[in-house]
């Protein structure tokens, strides 16, 4: 009885592991159809697992970036400069498109609205809406053969549609170059990497806008602004444990409590 107890955990396990094999075996190129009001563009794109590659050497929107998507980390590169750089999480958007679209699910809730057929494949189609909105913004179709997306549609409301899509898909082996930076190219170093590297503030030290500099304990940062112009200030925790910094408002040398200030006069 022990004996086919064994063998029969044996075959289950092996099930899983073939199970997940094949979950995981997904490997093709493909056209990249991306399209906004007014203006279209063809790249392509190479999916191996958790990996994928898109290229565009065309036109004004030119890029180039290899995506993990298990550690959520972009390679870009620049063929010209022969540079690349590693961005992580949504800073990749602006050179990966695929993860601009991607990330438009965030923060969303997500309706299941059936199953289609879209360019060939049985897709699982979704919309996705904010928190209170009765109209979804995103729709997706996603391969349940692929396991990866078939298109995406935004709504813009009147000014029309956007999409990015895939289509002309070739399933197959691909060559392990498409997902490594080539050799000769040189690492950039990323704006955090850049500020680490400058001396941080510990005292007092005078500025104007623009103006970014890293504070450490004791640091204070006092910086000239023109009262003609509107003022954003970005904080970003640079260390893994939690960061305290406070933000105070002065006019003529006199403090000004936030949420204090007096409301504009209305225009005549």
């Given at each position: 009885?022990?004996?086919?107890?064994?063998?029969?955990t044996?075959?289950?396990?092996?099930?899983?592991?073939?199970?997940?094999?094949?979950a995981?075996?997904?490997?093709?190129?493909a056209?990249?159809?991306?399209?906004?009001?007014?203006?279209?563009?063809?790249?392509?794109?190479?999916?191996?697992?958790?990996?994928?590659?898109v290229?565009n050497?065309?036109?004004n929107?030119?890029?180039?970036?290899i995506?993990?998507?298990?550690?959520?980390?972009?390679?870009?590169?620049?063929?010209?400069?022969?540079?690349?750089?590693?961005l992580?999480?949504?800073?990749?958007?602006?050179?990966n498109?695929?993860k601009?679209?991607e990330?438009?699910k965030r923060?969303?809730?997500?309706?299941?609205?059936?199953?289609?057929?879209?360019?060939?494949?049985?897709c699982?189609?979704h919309?996705?809406?904010?928190e209170?909105?009765?109209?979804?913004?995103?729709?997706?179709w996603k391969s349940?053969?692929?396991?990866?997306?078939?298109?995406?549609?935004?709504h813009?409301?009147?000014?029309?549609?956007?999409?990015?899509e895939?289509?002309?898909?070739?399933?197959?082996?691909?060559?392990?170059?498409?997902?490594?930076?080539?050799d000769?190219?040189?690492r950039e170093?990323?704006a955090?990497?850049?500020?680490m590297?400058?001396?941080?503030?510990?005292?007092?030290?005078?500025s104007?806008?623009?103006?970014g500099?890293?504070?450490?304990?004791?640091?204070?940062?006092?910086?000239?602004?023109?009262?003609?112009?509107?003022?954003?200030v970005?904080?970003?925790?640079l260390?893994?444990d939690?960061?305290?910094?406070?933000?105070?408002?002065?006019k003529?040398?006199?403090?000004i409590?936030?949420?204090?200030?007096?409301?504009?006069?209305d225009?005549a």
């Amino acid at each position: 009885m022990s004996g086919c107890k064994t063998i029969r955990t044996i075959i289950m396990l092996a099930g899983v592991l073939l199970f997940i094999c094949q979950a995981y075996a997904a490997e093709f190129s493909a056209d990249l159809i991306l399209t906004q009001p007014g203006d279209t563009a063809v790249a392509k794109i190479y999916v191996r697992d958790h990996l994928y590659r898109v290229e565009n050497f065309e036109g004004n929107n030119k890029f180039l970036a290899i995506e993990n998507r298990l550690t959520d980390t972009t390679t870009a590169m620049d063929p010209e400069e022969m540079t690349y750089i590693n961005l992580e999480g949504p800073s990749g958007a602006f050179s990966n498109p695929v993860k601009g679209w991607e990330y438009m699910k965030r923060n969303t809730v997500e309706k299941y609205l059936g199953v289609e057929t879209v360019n060939g494949f049985e897709c699982d189609h979704h919309s996705y809406a904010y928190e209170g909105s009765e109209e979804a913004h995103l729709e997706s179709w996603k391969s349940k053969k692929l396991d990866h997306f078939i298109k995406y549609v935004v709504h813009y409301g009147a000014s029309g549609d956007g999409s990015i899509e895939i289509r002309n898909v070739v399933e197959g082996p691909l060559d392990d170059a498409l997902f490594k930076v080539p050799d000769g190219y040189t690492r950039e170093k990323t704006a955090d990497e850049i500020e680490m590297e400058r001396p941080a503030v510990s005292g007092k030290v005078s500025s104007s806008a623009p103006v970014g500099r890293r504070l450490v304990p004791g640091g204070e940062l006092i910086v000239k602004v023109d009262p003609e112009l509107s003022t954003r200030v970005v904080l970003s925790n640079l260390i893994k444990d939690t960061s305290v910094c406070h933000v105070h408002l002065y006019k003529n040398g006199q403090k000004i409590e936030l949420g204090s200030l007096p409301e504009p006069e209305d225009e005549a």
